[in-house]
């Protein structure tokens, strides 16, 4: 079955590392995205990518880093340059022009980042 | 610009009342709309979706009618169940435009 895979579940980082986050689609999806989402709160637009080595910034791209070398991978690098990172970061997917109108976007399971 | 606007939550229901969620937009041009549920600790589902005026999306019980004349989207559940308990965002797009997400909407349902 297609669908995005986001690894790992739970990640743990010291303070003044830098951890990544895979995002992996089989959905031969163009566009990919990074949210993030702080408790009881909405989401929030990290980076997008709408075609293979390029991207954009969201709403919230500062202490955050990708690359789009593939179109099935979205690594999010969360630096030390981010002062609050615990979160939880949903990655998500879709087609590009009328495909995302007619199907939205489709999203992993999240990897649930926390500070030690 | 475009723009979502959920009723605050939380919304606490009893095993098999009845639910409205309400959510209205602002966009330019002719949206689609959606409804994504996310369970506790889970990402976000597609729940149901609407792609021109007077569609209406249904899924698992759950309906919601584009209506163009009131900018509205809400969403209905006859007999809601404790197992729907989770966070239910409304979002809409618009031709070449991201994904526009409302703030979200917790529902609590007791048995």
């Known amino acids: ?116 | 610009g475009n723009s979502v606007t959920q009723m605050e939550g939380p919304v606490t229901l009893s095993e098999e009342a009845f639910l409205t969620i309400n959510c209205t937009y602002t966009a330019t041009g002719y949206p689609s709309l959606f409804w994504y549920v996310q369970y506790p600790g889970e990402g976000l589902q597609l729940l149901l979706k609407a792609t021109k005026a007077d569609d209406k999306g249904s899924n698992k019980g759950f309906e919601a009618t584009y209506r163009k004349e009131t900018t509205s989207f809400h969403l209905e559940k006859g007999s809601v169940q404790v197992s729907d308990s989770a966070v239910y965002f409304c979002a809409l797009i618009t031709g070449f435009q991201k994904l526009v997400f409302g703030t979200g909407t917790r529902l609590l349902v007791s048995p």
């Open chain 1, 1 to 116: 079955d297609g669908g995005i895979t986001q690894s790992p579940k739970y990640l743990f980082r010291k303070e003044g590392q830098n951890v990544t986050l895979s995002c992996e689609q089989n959905l031969n999806h163009d566009a990919m995205y990074w949210y993030r989402q702080d408790p009881g709160q909405g989401l929030r637009l990290i980076y997008y990518s709408q075609i293979v080595n390029d991207f954009q910034k969201g709403d919230i791209a500062e202490g955050y880093s990708v690359s789009r070398e593939k179109k099935e991978s979205f690594p999010l690098t969360v630096t030390s340059a981010q002062k609050n990172p615990t979160a939880f970061y949903l990655c998500a997917s879709s087609g590009t022009g009328g495909d995302s109108g007619n199907y939205g976007y489709t999203f992993g399971s999240g990897t649930r980042l926390t500070v030690v």
